[in-house]
C-alpha cells in the first residue's frame, strides 16, 4: 500500500518508490533526503497552491519517516554487532535486548563501525 493514499502511482509495479529510494541510500542519506523534503513541502506551502493543506500533509508524511528512522536506529542490526551501553559503557553484542552489565537499554553506539 501507498505510504502516500492520495499518490499511489508510487507503487505501481508492487513496489513503493520510497522504499527504492530507502534501499538504495544510506541511513544518513535517506534522513538527509526526509528532512530536505519536509522543508521544501513546508517553504513552498503558502506560495504554489491556494490553499495548503496538502503540503503540510506531505511535510508531515516525510517527517514520520524521519521519525521512524531515528526510533529504529541500530534496531535493525540485529546480527550480533557490538554496541556501547549509554548508562555503564560496557561494550556487549547487539542481539541481547539489555545490556548484561546494568540491565538498561540505551545505546550510545548504534553501528558496528562506530563503536
Known sequence: ????????????GGIETIDVIKAKLTKEQFEGFCLGNALKYGCRMMWKHSTYGRDIEKAMMY???LQDVEATKGRENNDGSLVK??????????????CPSCGCSAIVSLYADDV
Open 85 to 98: 551501553c549509554a548508562s555503564c559503557r560496557v561494550e556487549y553484542q547487539y542481539d541481547r535486548d539489555v
Open 63 to 65: 517527517l514520520n519517516m
Open 1 to 12: 500500500m501507498s505510504q502516500d493514499p492520495k499518490s499511489g502511482y508510487y507503487d505501481v
